[in-house]
């Protein structure tokens, strides 16, 4: 049923959909509403779970670890500096192969202290091991949070979803909740076949030595690999079921023969959207969201990226020092192409930074440049620092 | 009655409840000789029976235990991290609670993962009111990874961050009060052990195990490659520290002193340390070392005094009667 709804009150209720029994989390801005409005829920006694209530993400994250090892389905939600308190155990849910569900408000990194919308904090924990979808719009966050949950107990991998803070978290607008039968008929009780029991012990989380600890993390890369078609196949059940289709992988828009490409993760596809259909006049562009980051889906990538002389990679993150953490990903995904295109690497809207509809056209005129740009903050204002610093 | 049995007939989970002692934890393990540890969590185990799943720190039991692909735990177990064994354990609890099952969710972490970097996931779990047993195992330094001070190694012992010299005497801080702070949060049951009195700890661990809610056992454990004594008088070093008052073996119900094991003849504490190579610069011939040993001999003398540990009455399960066998039984279990 279409409902005017905030971001954080649509994932709260298609979170009580997914029917977890356990859910932990501690309050972080942008996140908060998510789980004030499920401990509502809870209290109102519209769905059968135990909220804790933990002191800290590093508890939280624990928790559900713990939850799910113990055979529940959980839930737990964060942002930015809960992220980075939270990533030893982020390593270790993924390690050890647990099944856990959460959402990344996408939120900057401090210092400096930001509470605005980036994605450095997801990106941060990239290499822990989980899949991490990234959502443009909340009817989008709301059906990745369900098909989250069958990826991730199919797979036996954690799912984290992104979601642009404050732009979708806290953004109203009417939003499709599915029913609690189609739910129901698309996500199966939760089961793990590895569950704690004390009529079946098992030790779980050993110490490995050098003669087995290569292979652990060769079959975990090789699953999140595998786990692509998990992630495409969620989405088409999803879809027969919801009458909605986002994407699987990735999405592309536009000219099927434009020679240039611009790539971002999140809600700014949606400006990029709105921008190429209000700009015929610059030409024909390729449009491509990139929903799965991890696993990396190289095939894909370069599937979307065929036919392009350039393309452009928008990206609300960085590594500093290293450049652009996309970017950089996208050329070497892109080099083995006997026909690669030059990519361009930009960060935009850093630490809330708005990005606004001529960002489409300022990427577009990047392309023009002699030599693509190894990596630049695309919407910095130079002036604003000592030269020493630009 | 068939002479041939199906192994698919056999229950395995039910004839491991019907064995004479279940034992959750079993020989084969990579523990050292003499370690206090190894023996205290056989106990605990012991004494929780079959129908428990267990939350394990990082540190020497979990390492000495799971070297893969074996295991020495015939229960769940889980380890996860050094710091988080409170949180992953109330996990584990709220997930069994939903499920509707009654499996008894065990916590055991060394001290440092207790006392230092898991404290907080500590607090949060008693606060919170799970229903899990954490238990302790208190060799007073972070052995797992070569004797590191924790704060739980007690005042002026040697550890290798913690070595005396000439402007020190070893640890400068006094033991944390673990047991005070935990029963602050007016938590059911709170108590003290050691693996010295194995009845003692049995009998606290069914008492805990009866008790739906947290509950918090600290066992002093020796380890003597960290305390530098011989393998062979672990027991005999554990009980000295008992004995002489240095480690009060006592219950709190609700922040409330409930049980104290009495001390009949205080023993000074000159006997428990000589033997512990951890404590030898103390037995340097100087004037700063002299100050130390009146010190920790004054620690002492304040455990007997504050947990009245000499006793009204005389008592037959004292820190000498406790644990000693007689003709016609008087063994607790
Ligand atoms: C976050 C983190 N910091 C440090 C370590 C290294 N480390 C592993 S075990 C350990 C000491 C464990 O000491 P304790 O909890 O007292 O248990 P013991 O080994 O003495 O039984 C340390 C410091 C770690 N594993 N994780």
């Known amino acids: 049923m279409r409902q005017a709804l905030e971001g954080s009150q649509a994932i709260a209720q298609t979170v009580a959909l997914c029917r977890p029994q356990v859910i932990a989390a501690y309050p972080i801005t942008p996140q908060t509403h998510i789980v004030e409005n499920i401990a509502k829920l809870v209290a109102d006694d519209k769905f059968e779970c135990d909220f804790v209530s933990v002191e800290s993400e590093f508890s939280a994250a624990s928790v559900v670890l713990g939850a799910a090892a113990a055979g529940s389905r959980t839930y737990t939600a964060s942002a930015s500096q809960g992220i980075l308190l939270m990533s030893e155990v982020l390593y270790n849910i993924a390690g050890l192969r647990i099944p856990v569900v959460m959402t990344c408000a996408n939120r900057a990194l401090s210092a400096p202290l930001s509470i605005w919308n980036d994605q450095q904090d997801s990106m941060a924990v990239r290499d822990a091991g989980w899949i991490q979808l990234y959502c443009a719009d909340n009817q989008e966050a709301v059906d990745t949070t369900i098909q989250a949950y069958r990826i991730a107990e199919r797979t036996e991998l954690p799912v984290m979803v992104c979601m642009d803070g404050f732009t979708l978290t806290h953004t109203l607008e009417p939003i499709d909740i599915p029913e609690q039968a189609q739910v129901d008929e698309f996500l199966p009780p939760y089961t793990f076949s590895r569950a704690l029991d004390s009529r079946n012990p098992i030790t779980v989380g050993t110490l490995v030595s050098p003669d087995y600890y ?115 990903e996208m050329r070497a995904a892109l080099a083995e192409l006997p026909d690669a295109p030059r990519v361009h690497s930009y960060a935009v809207g850093l630490g809330g930074r708005d990005v606004p509809l001529d960002i489409y056209a300022r990427a577009l005129a ?19 620092l000592p030269a020493a610093d630009r | 009655m068939t002479d041939k049995t199906d192994s698919k007939d056999i229950d395995i989970a039910r004839l491991r409840e019907h064995q004479p002692r279940f034992q959750g934890i079993t020989s084969g393990h990579r523990a050292c000789l003499g370690c206090g540890e190894a023996l205290a969590a056989r106990l605990v185990t012991e004494a929780a029976g079959p129908d428990v799943a267990i939350a394990n720190a990082t540190g020497c039991l979990e390492i000495f235990t799971t070297p893969w692909p074996e295991s020495s735990w015939r229960v769940p177990w889980m380890h996860s991290l050094f710091e988080n064994t409170g949180a992953i354990a109330a996990g584990m609890e709220a997930a069994f609670k939903m499920q509707g099952k009654s499996t008894k969710v065990l916590a055991f972490a060394g001290d ?77 049951y709170a108590a003290t052990a ?60 609700r922040g409330e002193v409930t049980g104290v094991m009495p001390v009949r003849e205080p023993r000074p504490v000159l006997d428990y340390l000589r033997p512990q190579g951890r404590f030898r610069h103390l037995f340097a011939d100087n004037p700063k070392a002299r100050e130390e040993l009146e010190h920790i001999q004054a620690l002492a003398d304040h455990n007997i005094e504050v947990y009245n540990l000499r006793g009204e009455i005389a008592d037959r399960m004292d820190s000498e009667g406790a644990d000693t066998v007689r003709r016609g039984g008087m063994r607790w279990a």
């Open chain 1, 214 to 328: 290569p292979e652990a993390r060769h079959a975990h890369h090789q699953a999140l690999l595998n786990a692509q078609d998990e992630i495409i196949r969620a989405h088409e059940d999803w879809s027969a079921i919801s009458g909605r289709s986002c994407c699987g992988l990735l999405r592309t828009e536009g000219d099927a023969d434009a020679k240039i490409g611009i790539l971002t993760l999140g809600s700014v596809f949606g400006t990029l959207y709105e921008a190429r259909a209000a700009h015929p006049e610059l030409g024909p562009v390729r449009l491509i969201k990139l929903r799965a980051f991890r696993p990396f889906p190289v095939a894909a990538i370069q599937e979307a990226c065929a036919g392009l002389t350039d393309l452009v990679v928008l990206e609300r993150a960085l590594s500093p020092g290293g450049g652009g953490i996309v970017g950089n």
């Open chain 1, 366 to 384: 990047a392309v023009d440049a002699p030599t693509p740009e190894r990596f630049a903050v695309l919407d910095a204002e130079l002036e604003k």
């Open chain 2, 112 to 188: 440092g993962g207790t006392f230092d970097i898991g404290f907080q996931a500590l607090s949060g779990m008693i606060e919170r009111g799970h229903n899990v047993l954490y238990v302790c195992f208190d060799n007073e330094a972070y052995m797992n990874t070569g004797i590191q001070r924790s704060s739980s190694t007690p005042h002026a012992a040697m550890t290798t961050t913690s070595p005396p010299g000439k402007a020190r005497m070893g640890k400068r801080h006094l033991k944390k009060d673990i047991i005070s702070i935990v029963a602050a949060h007016h938590i059911p």
């Open chain 2, 194 to 253: 050691s693996v010295a009195y194995p009845s003692d700890i049995r009998k606290k661990v069914r008492r805990a195990m009866d008790i739906e809610g947290p509950t918090f056992l600290v066992i002093h454990s020796p380890c003597p490659l960290g305390w530098g004594h011989e393998a062979d008088i672990s027991i005999e070093v554990a009980r000295l520290a008992v004995q002489t008052g240095l480690m009060p073996v006592i219950e709190l119900e």
